[in-house]
Structure formats: structure tokens, C-alpha cells
């Protein structure tokens, strides 16, 4: 496979970037799956939500993250509302120290090979990503636009790509938007997203099929998050806005301003802000998608973990279905069915508060509620088995190669 090279100073820094600052310990930390069989058992694991050293990794499945203080509590609990659960994970930091022996180990290798060649095979730093972009907009001029679509809190730069066969310029074709990264965690999301642009533009004869539309695309929609989800807290999912004197970070996917609604948890980790749009990345995120308005014909919000293709409105249950729904699920049975043909897991197709939950101020629901987005999804893409959003590097490729017949088939076909 060919690929694109990236600054030499970025292959310099890789040995560097592996060490970082002292991590998080998620020591003795479990995780539990359980089974949540009525509206009534799911009302009253609820309860554990927003409990500090409590957290959903997600609500399909219902794998739940346990502080080892609270253990004993959370088993009983379970035990005596006759929850059926199981232990999937007995020390979360073993799987985090796995990914980080592996990621040090491949950054040593790649610094005494002296390749500097982008490559799938670990998870991308925020400056491998921005130099690759840029790399790319010099590449390929005809093709490729790079901006700066806002700047974090901390400063860091924001980043959008557009691919078009129109000299780089998007607007003349229907139009994909799709983001990647709001939640700081899901860094296989990141990855896929990179695949699809790394395809598309290095490979772009391959693709003439999809390059009948325009592609707009931030890969990494909260750097500050993702940055220190990599450097400080694996497990980090906001922003990095302090929210109080105590709590930092915005849930960017509560904040956009569709049936957003107030949270009071500051520490929460699906805490909303303080009002709609309060943040900088989505600030920026509506900008670009208020700028090509309902000539955007498929919205894809890229996030793990669960295998699930979720389209609008999520924001209540009973669900608000959305206006072409029959379309929807049309549609997302058909990237379901692209998928499972090349080997990856059958992904669930449905509203996202019937088969995931309720949550407010979600991008997806902007997108179709607001921007009039013809197609409107959030993918969860399938993660780390029982290792959540710990995907083993080594299935990078894999997840990314099967969540590109997603692409493919909805972009061809939205």
C-alpha cells in the first residue's frame, strides 16, 4: 500500500511523544457488563449515572467502569435487584499498560527504522494528524483543502479537510460532513476516519463513486481532549474547558444547540455547559456545517464503542422519529449489510434513544433538526471487545477497513 510522507519532524518526535506525563491509574478499576431486560431495571440503574467513580462506557450493552471503592456496593446492589452481570474486566490499567508498552514499543521501532510513512498500525498524536493533513494539501492541491477552523481553549488548532474534485473547493456537489473525535476516548473513531481520508485522497482513482460528492471532515473534533486522553487520562471524554473551579470539560455531544438541555453535574461526564454552542470546538463545527447548510446530504458522527448505526432524534422516548425514517434505517441496513460482507460484526440499525438511550444536544439531531441534513447518523463503531474503548492496535486496520463500507455505501447511496 502507498503512502503518503509525513515532516520528517514529526518521525523525530515519535520516540519522545511515547513517554508523556504521568498517566491516570485506572488500578483494580472493573468493568461489568449487565443485562438491562425492562424499562423499570434501567430506571433504576440510572441511579449509579452520574456517581463519582461510576462510568457508562456505554448504555447497549451496559458495561459500567467501577471505582474499587465502590465494588462491593455496585455487586450488591445488582445482586439484590436481580440484575444478571458479569465480570468483564478485572483491572482496567492492565489493558491501558498493554496499549502503552505496545504504542512505546512500535514508536521505538519506527525511530530506529527511520521511516517517516504514515501507517495503521498505532494511534495517531494530534501532530501526526495535523502535519498529515497539511502534508496532504500539499500533495494533492487539486484535490485537498486544509483550514483552521477555530482554536481550543488551550490553543490548539482545530483542523478540517475538505476533498473535492472541484480543486479542493466543496459546495458545487452534495456534500458529507462527517467529525470524528468529540469524545476525547474513542480514538479508533479518529483512526477510521484518517483510513477515509488517507483512501479518498491517495487512492482517489479507486474512488471516482464517491468523489460524485464533496467531503468535509474534522477528524479530531476536540483536540484538547483527545491530546490529554493520550497524554494524562486514557479514559478522558470531554474537553478540557474548566467547567467549575473543581470539574473541567463540556460533553461536546450535549452542547450543540438542538433540545439541548441543562445538566447540573459539572463533574459529570456527559455535562452539557452552560448554555448551547458555550464551546469552542462546536462553535467552530456549525460554522462549517451552517456554511453548506442542506446542501449536506449524509452528517456522520464517528464515535465508539458498540456497533451501532443510530439515526435521529434521540432527545426523548417515546422517540421523535425523524422526518424520512424509512430512509434512515433503508440506508443504515444497507452500510450494515457492506460491512458484515467483508468479515466485521452485524451492526444494529435504529433510533438512537431506543436502542442506546436519551441524551440532548446531540450533533446528529442538530444536523437533521436544524442544518437539514437530508441523511443524519451518529456510527458507534465496533470497539475493543471486552477491552471497550481499548481497541488493541492491531485491529486498527481491521475496524477501519470495515467502517470504510460504511462510508462508501452511504455516501453512494445518501
Not at 99 to 119: I, P
Not at 358 to 384: H, K, M, P, Q, W
Request: charged share 20%.
Amino acid at each position: 500500500m502507498k503512502y503518503c510522507a509525513v515532516f520528517a519532524l514529526v518521525a523525530l518526535a515519535l520516540l519522545s511523544q511515547g513517554g508523556a506525563a504521568e498517566q491516570v491509574s485506572y488500578r483494580n478499576y472493573k468493568v461489568y457488563s449487565i443485562q438491562v431486560d425492562s424499562a423499570e431495571k434501567h430506571a433504576i440503574l440510572k441511579r449509579w449515572e452520574d456517581r463519582k467513580g461510576v462510568d457508562f462506557w456505554d448504555r447497549a450493552g451496559y458495561r459500567v467502569m467501577i471505582h474499587p471503592s465502590l465494588q462491593e456496593a455496585f455487586e450488591r446492589f445488582l445482586t439484590v435487584n436481580r440484575f444478571t452481570y458479569e465480570l468483564i474486566i478485572e483491572d482496567v490499567e492492565a489493558t491501558i499498560e498493554a496499549e502503552r508498552l505496545y504504542d512505546q514499543e512500535y514508536r521505538r521501532r519506527k525511530a530506529a527504522s527511520g521511516r517517516a510513512t504514515v501507517d495503521f498500525e498505532h494511534f495517531w498524536t494530534n501532530a501526526e494528524v495535523n502535519s498529515y493533513l497539511d502534508d496532504l494539501q500539499r500533495s494533492y492541491p487539486s484535490l485537498v483543502r486544509v483550514a483552521t477552523i477555530g482554536t481550543t481553549h488551550l490553543g490548539n488548532p482545530i483542523k478540517s479537510i475538505t476533498i473535492s474534485t472541484n480543486n479542493g473547493v466543496a459546495g458545487q456537489k452534495p456534500v458529507v460532513f462527517i467529525d470524528g473525535g468529540l469524545h476525547a476516548r474513542e480514538w479508533a473513531g479518529v483512526m477510521s476516519v484518517l483510513y477515509l481520508i488517507h483512501e479518498l485522497v491517495e487512492h482517489s482513482s479507486d474512488y471516482a463513486d464517491m468523489l460524485n460528492k464533496d467531503f468535509v471532515i474534522i477528524p479530531v473534533a476536540n483536540p484538547d481532549g483527545y491530546g490529554f486522553s493520550h497524554t494524562d487520562n486514557r479514559m478522558w471524554r470531554k474537553n478540557r474547558f474548566p467547567a467549575t473551579i473543581l470539574c473541567t470539560g463540556i460533553d461536546l455531544n450535549r452542547n450543540w444547540g438542538y433540545m439541548w438541555a441543562f445538566s447540573s453535574n459539572a463533574c459529570s461526564d456527559s455535562y452539557a455547559g452552560t448554555e448551547a454552542f458555550s464551546e469552542l470546538e462546536t462553535q467552530a463545527l456549525n460554522r462549517v456545517m451552517q456554511q453548506y447548510g442542506s446542501n449536506i446530504a449524509l452528517y456522520l458522527a464517528v464515535h465508539t464503542y458498540g456497533d451501532m448505526i443510530l439515526y435521529p432524534y434521540g432527545y426523548a422516548w417515546p422517540f421523535v422519529p425523524v422526518t424520512n425514517q424509512a430512509a434512515h434505517i433503508a440506508l443504515g441496513q444497507q452500510a450494515r449489510d457492506a460491512v458484515t460482507a467483508v468479515g466485521g460484526p452485524r451492526y444494529v440499525v435504529g433510533n438512537s434513544a431506543e436502542i442506546l438511550y436519551t441524551a440532548n444536544g446531540c450533533s446528529d439531531d442538530y444536523a437533521a433538526g436544524v442544518i437539514g441534513a437530508r441523511f443524519s447518523y451518529t456510527l458507534e463503531l465496533t470497539g475493543g471487545g471486552r477491552n471497550g474503548f481499548d481497541l488493541p492496535a492491531t485491529e486498527i486496520m481491521a475496524v477501519a477497513t470495515q467502517t470504510f463500507q460504511i462510508f462508501r455505501t452511504m455516501a453512494n447511496n445518501a
